[in-house]
Structure formats: structure tokens, C-alpha cells
């Protein structure tokens, strides 16, 4: 296989690609997260998206957090729930579930099961904000939404 | 169901997504291919990219063509074989390939099974340009493509 071969198709093995890195979520101890990777499919300059990877553990879960940007996902492993804005439901492989702009979102794995998912999200993006006290606590004021957030 | 929660989470069955519209590939006899249709899975004004779903039948292909958009695509469902420029390779669920700008490419199913696939692409992009009979004889002149482009 030469080198051009090698750019052009990447194989696939239990949710891992070949030449892509399986990288931390995010930076230890920036934001509260459990059990998650990320790897990156796509990030070619010429487009305007990138697509990753995402995968909890069972029993982990991604940041509660929030920004301008949206995120386009397609559940592709296992089972969980996931709280977009003050709705929580469970999703499945191939689900579909958009993200929008400025609002709270969190992927939880169940119990017994990994959960991965594909996101596609603007090249060029603001950073997350994490909630405020005040906010955790407006949020938990839901009770399908504290039940959700306590796991 | 309230209408933003139906916006949100959209729900999958056998490679058909809730609110995604199986449109035609493209226009009838704009350029050959066949039975292969198309979802539009994300198209959103925020997101610089689209997602979209194709799928062809056993033994259906996509059109032979090359842009200067370039394509980020994963298998989801069957097996198959795609040309990206002078490479055959045969793709099965999860692999990812790579579509640089200007190269030939075309996409085939298998006999007795279907392929899809996701395609990320740029919102904003130019028109296909399909072969001239002299690129296709040259393309012809590679033993491996000839085999791939006769079916």
C-alpha cells in the first residue's frame, strides 16, 4: 500500500481507525467528565466541519456544557441518554440529535454498555462554557433533568 | 412530542431517519448511475458541512466524477467497492475514505447486498464534472480500474 493508498482509505476495528489517535476527551481536570475518548476522523483544512469519535465507557459520561456553536450527532455504539436543553431521552445506533446553539448538553453511557457517537461540528468554533452553581441547580429544578444529572 | 423536542432527536429504522426526506440521488439522466438514493441528515445554516446518507441497492453504483470539493466518507451498512483516483479497494461498515479534490471516484455495491454510507461535505461547493471519453479510456488503460468500472 503506498502512501497516497494509505490517506485515502482508513480501516475500520472495534470503533477504532486506523492512522487516528484515540486521545483524552479533554485535558485532565478541566471540566468534569468520566470515562470518555475522542478521536478525530476527519479534520482536512479544505472543510469547513470536522468529525469525531466519541466513546463512554459504561457508566461514563461527557461535560454538561454549552456554547455558540452547534453540534450534529449520530449515535453509532451502545446505549444511553443524553439531556439537550431541559429534554432527556435514551438513543440508540443511528439516532440523530442536534445540538443547538447556547444549549446545555450532556451524553451518558448506560449501566453494562459503552456508548459511542459520531459528532460533526464547525472547523472554527468558541470554546464551551461549564454551568454556574445557580445554573446546575435551575437545571436540577426538573426532576427528569436532576434524575439524569445524578446518573 | 413537543415540536423542539422532534427537532432534536430524530429517530432511526433500518437506514431511514424521521423527518429526512430518501430523495432521488440526482436529477434523472443528469449523468449515469444507479439505484442509489440520498438523505440529507444534516444540513444545517450554522454548520460550514452537511451530512448525508447514500445508499445503493445490490449491484447499484454512484455517478463517475471528481470536484474540487473533496468528500469525507464512512461505510455504515454492507459491503462494496469504491475507485478514488487509479486505487480499487473493497469497504465494508466504519471504514473511512478520503475524496481529495479533482480525483475520479465512484462507489459500487456488491451483488446481493446493499451499501451505504455517510458523506460530510462542504455546504458551499462547485458542481461535478463527469469524464470525457478520453478519461475514461485512460482510466480503462489501468487493468484494476477497467475491472471495477465494467461492473
Chains 1, 2 share one sequence.
Request: net charge negative; glycine share 6%; proline share 6%.
Amino acid at each position: 500500500m503506498d502512501i497516497e493508498q494509505q490517506s485515502l482509505f482508513r480501516a475500520f476495528r472495534e470503533y477504532r481507525w486506523d492512522e487516528v489517535t484515540c486521545q483524552p476527551y479533554k485535558e485532565e481536570g478541566a471540566a468534569p467528565f468520566k470515562a470518555i475518548s475522542r478521536q478525530v476522523l476527519f479534520a482536512e483544512p479544505q472543510l469547513g466541519c470536522e468529525l469525531r469519535y466519541f466513546e463512554m465507557a459504561a457508566g461514563g459520561y461527557s461535560t454538561l456544557e454549552r456554547h455558540e456553536h452547534m453540534h450534529a450527532v449520530m449515535i453509532l455504539r451502545g446505549h444511553g441518554r443524553c439531556l439537550v436543553g431541559q429534554a432527556v431521552r435514551t438513543v440508540k445506533p443511528f439516532d440523530l440529535v442536534s445540538i443547538p446553539s447556547w444549549t446545555w448538553h450532556q451524553f451518558r453511557a448506560t449501566e453494562g454498555e459503552p456508548l459511542g457517537f459520531l459528532c460533526m461540528v464547525n472547523a472554527l468554533r468558541d470554546r464551551p462554557q461549564l454551568p454556574t452553581e445557580q445554573e446546575v441547580a435551575a437545571l436540577k429544578a426538573i426532576p427528569a433533568v436532576a434524575a439524569f444529572l445524578e446518573g
